[in-house]
């Protein structure tokens, strides 16, 4: 079995910073892209920012500039430093990951259970 486990999460006001952390455990062979998302009160779940094995990273627009995302293949682990904090960056962030369990030739994409972002004005 493989779990991820999202942290990192908390209250912060406006123009601060948080730090997210993300972390696989379990029968990993290898892990593909890694990605985060997350999801406000009633609008549907976004991607936030993702990172392939490689390193190559995108980010959405609205985070451009502020949010930072990186990864540890060594430790199965990935990052999101986010600055700059918005009140619209409030939101419940997801981490997500493509990743191939030992024995199996398919990749599966697992995810977190979540971690609150409350940013207050």
């Known amino acids: 079995q493989v779990q991820l486990l999202d942290s990192g999460g908390g209250l912060v006001q406006a123009g601060g910073s948080l730090r997210l952390s993300c972390a696989a455990s379990?029968?990993?062979?290898?892990?593909?892209?890694m990605r985060w998302y997350r999801q406000a009160p009633e609008k549907k779940r976004a991607l936030v920012a993702g990172?392939?094995?490689?390193?190559?990273?995108n980010y959405a627009d609205s985070v451009k500039g502020r949010f930072t995302i990186s990864r540890d293949n060594a430790e199965n682990t990935v990052y999101l430093q986010m600055n700059s904090l918005k009140s619209e960056d409030t939101a419940v962030y997801y981490c997500?990951?493509?990743?191939?369990?030992?024995?199996?030739?398919?990749?599966?994409?697992?995810w977190g259970k979540g971690t609150l972002v409350t940013v207050s004005s």
């Open positions: 379990g029968t990993i062979s290898r892990i593909d892209t």
């Open positions: 990172i392939t094995r490689e390193g190559d990273t």
């Open positions: 997500n990951a493509d990743i191939r369990e030992v024995g199996a030739h398919v990749y599966d994409t697992y």
